[in-house]
């Protein structure tokens, strides 16, 4: 990891209130929306059904059947089935030649060592890990909860209180980092303290106890560092 900037002299802000982080995965602590996009708007064009990035950017942290039924409703001639799984391919394909951090998630996961953190995410087990592994990130979280793990995704708070309740946590002591709506709403409802990052498309930042610019702005405005 990349030694810590100037800014970050004394990492942990004395007196920290929050028991756990807890980390979206795409969009948040891996640039993968941009990914998505350009895979996506290639597969539908090749499909014979262009769309545009406001169409995509309404999947952004939403789980798949939700954004199979998005896609459904907005195409209805289209083979949505086949197209989104030629989209997964293309989008795999992108991923396995490597996954670029969003800025600042190396300096605040090297800031926040004395923490307890988790991933929580709208993609399913095989590919979060996946993703995880590939980004060279995985062991510096103790769990991941997956859409796999859940009955109701985001924006529904159960998979941010479920990863509450595996840590033996109670969840209003607990900081989330999100970028999405979708997600910073999980966040909220789940009674956490919200950090949200904006990526792709626009957001509202109505659920974001702080709205920044990047991760480091964030945590600073939470009163994670210092």
């Known amino acids: ?24 995965l795409d969009g948040t602590l891996l640039d993968t929306e941009a990914l998505a996009l350009e895979t996506g708007l290639a597969v539908f064009a090749a499909a014979g059904h262009p769309v545009g990035p406001a169409l995509l950017h309404r999947l952004v942290g939403r789980d798949e059947p939700t954004s199979e039924a998005i896609l459904r409703a907005e195409l209805p ?46 993609t399913g087990r095989p590919g979060a890990h996946r993703k995880l592994a590939i980004a060279g990130i995985a062991a510096r979280f103790e ?3 997956s859409l ?14 479920l990863a509450a309740g595996r840590m033996g946590l109670d969840a ?15 966040g909220h409802r789940a009674g956490c ?5 904006p990526d792709v498309g626009v ?24």
């Open 77 to 122: 001639h289209a083979d949505v089935g086949s197209i989104r799984r030629d989209w997964a391919a293309a989008f795999a394909a992108g991923v396995e030649t490597g996954l670029v951090l969003k800025p600042g998630v190396a300096e605040l996961l090297d800031a926040t060592d004395g923490h307890r953190r988790a991933v929580v995410t709208s």
């Open 203 to 226: 957001t509202t930042g109505r659920f974001a106890h702080h709205l920044a610019d990047d991760l480091l702005s964030g945590a600073r405005l939470a009163g994670l560092i210092g």
């Open 1 to 24: 990891m990349p030694a810590l900037p100037q800014a970050l002299p004394h990492g942990l802000a004395r007196g920290s209130r929050y028991d756990a982080l807890f980390f979206d």
């Open 143 to 145: 769990l991941v909860i």
């Open 148 to 161: 796999d793990d859940v009955t109701a995704p985001k924006p529904a708070p159960d998979p941010y209180l």
């Open 172 to 186: 209003a002591r607990c900081l989330v980092f999100e970028d999405s709506d979708t997600g910073a709403e999980a």
């Open 193 to 197: 303290t919200v950090v949200q990052v």
